[in-house]
């Protein structure tokens, strides 16, 4: 097994199962070997952001941290996310902003362990098709996202904002993936999804055919109003998709955390995310937007009490 970092907060000399124990909060005498810790990040499609930022934050764990097994799970993104941390089905998640209760919950089950990048609300189409608004939706068959994704929540509120709820557009619940299969075979119109830059599944369909990523940008007040100080406009340059430039809705997306893991892990798992955001930019170059200063910002979520640990000695 490889040593403990130096940051773990235990001395390197002291026995292994000692290690385990804080980590973990196991009991059990010292002959006996202890089951590694079982950390379940719980991500998104296999072709989006969250898993790509999973994968790479489970293979520091698993190569840094002595006693973890760390492991991604596939799921339709922020909504379920929450979810499943706050069951205890999933120890760690990533969820946008607007998922999230508007004030602080009085007894949470979920913490912060901080705010990652922003997720940019992407209005996908083929660039030679009728969609250059919002409103051309209308009549349109359009994928507004998976059934439990944040994409679903964002896009229905802004539909509901730009007064295009109900029956006025033909709405379809399908993942990043299905989208991406649909709009090329002509099943759907259009398609929403949000993600940081770039989204690998809209960059893949990017290079097999001319997209238009349609401008939101006028609609980011109207979103505020309606629900909450929580969005904000975000550029996708030319570059990303090779289609011209728009501005966009986006909100922002944090990593958080079971309650009642313990302060000690906790504060090793933000160490090593604010510490190698290099090489989790590496696996998608929105880890590397990272920062102390910026990750604290977790509203309405407060952080929890080993992050906050991290946070306060690292002085952002």
């Known amino acids: 097994m490889q040593p403990v970092s130096r940051h773990w907060p235990v001395r390197t000399a002291a026995p292994l199962v000692l290690v385990l124990?804080?980590?973990?909060?196991?009991?059990?005498?010292?002959?006996?070997?202890?089951?590694?810790?079982?950390?379940?990040?719980?991500?998104g499609s296999p072709t989006a952001v969250y898993?790509?930022?999973g994968q790479s934050l489970a293979a520091l764990?698993?190569?840094?941290?002595?006693?973890?097994?760390?492991e991604v799970v596939v799921t339709a993104a922020s909504a379920q996310n929450v979810r499943l941390v706050g069951a205890g089905e999933a120890e760690l998640g990533f969820t946008?902003?607007?998922?999230?209760?508007?004030?602080?919950?009085?007894?949470?089950?979920v913490l912060a362990v901080a705010r990652v990048?922003?997720?940019?609300?992407?209005?996908?189409?083929?660039?030679?098709?009728?969609?250059r608004t919002l409103g051309d939706l209308r009549g349109q068959r359009v994928s507004v996202g998976a059934d439990g994704s944040g994409t679903e929540i964002t896009a229905t509120r802004l539909l509901a904002v730009a007064q295009l709820g109900g029956d006025r557009v033909r709405q379809e619940h399908l993942g990043l993936d299905e989208s991406v299969a649909a709009l090329w075979e002509g099943r759907i119109d259009?398609?929403?999804?949000?993600g940081g830059l770039?989204?690998?599944?809209?960059?893949?369909?990017?290079?097999?055919?001319?997209l238009r990523i349609?401008?939101?940008?006028?609609?980011?007040?109207?979103l505020r109003r309606a629900y909450g100080q929580v969005y904000v406009t975000r550029d996708v340059p030319r570059s990303v998709y090779r289609a011209d430039p728009v501005s966009t809705v986006a909100n922002p997306n944090y990593l958080i955390v079971r309650a009642d893991l313990p302060a000690a892990l906790v504060r090793e798992v933000t160490r090593l995310l604010m510490d190698r955001r290099q090489e989790l930019a590496a696996a998608h170059p929105a880890a590397g937007r990272m920062s102390p200063r910026s990750a604290i910002v977790t509203t309405p979520l407060p952080l929890h009490p080993g992050a906050a640990q991290w946070y306060r000695a690292a002085k952002p």
Do not use: K
């Open 61 to 70: 764990l698993n190569r840094e941290v002595q006693g973890v097994r760390a």
């Open 96 to 109: 946008q902003a607007d998922v999230l209760p508007p004030r602080e919950p009085e007894h949470p089950s």
């Open 21 to 43: 124990l804080l980590v973990a909060g196991l009991s059990g005498c010292r002959d006996e070997p202890s089951e590694p810790t079982r950390i379940r990040i719980a991500t």
């Open 190 to 194: 259009a398609f929403f999804f949000s």
């Open 51 to 53: 898993h790509a930022f």
């Open 117 to 131: 990048y922003d997720d940019l609300l992407h209005l996908v189409t083929r660039a030679g098709g009728p969609i």
């Open 214 to 222: 349609v401008d939101l940008g006028d609609w980011t007040e109207p």
């Open 198 to 210: 770039p989204v690998r599944g809209v960059a893949e369909l990017a290079r097999r055919t001319s």
